[in-house]
């Protein structure tokens, strides 16, 4: 096997690599998206959201989904995502959200976990 081959197999090989690499990266990606969105949907129904205020929750919990999925789930992270939240809601929706904040998060942590 001759330099060129072997410069062609290395190539591929890694090529390859990194298409596969790119797909599990995607895969991911998709996953905490539709986690983000189906409990962003759930939160609308509980609170009652708009749907601009939806759009913000799902951003917000892709987010701390991927924060999640890096290793980070420490209570700064947890209080940020509450925090970020509880900021987009009206006082009437801030009622309905204390109600449920802990078991909605014990939620998206348990769907993550079986996930990832």
């Not at 999640?68 to 947890?78: E, F, R, V, Y």
């Amino acid at each position: 096997m001759n330099n060129i081959e072997r410069a062609n197999i290395l190539f591929f090989t890694a090529f390859f690599m990194l298409l596969l690499s790119s797909s599990n990266i995607f895969a991911q990606q998709s996953k905490q998206n539709d986690i983000a969105e189906a409990m962003a949907l759930k939160l609308k129904q509980k609170v009652i959201l708009t749907d601009k205020q939806t759009a913000k929750v799902k951003v917000i919990l892709t987010e701390y989904i991927e924060d999640l999925t890096k290793g980070d789930n420490s209570n700064q992270t947890l209080k940020k995502a509450e925090d970020d939240i509880l900021s987009i809601l009206n006082e009437k929706q801030k009622v309905k959200y204390s109600i449920i904040e802990k078991d909605f998060f014990n939620e998206v942590n348990q769907r993550v976990l079986k996930k990832f």
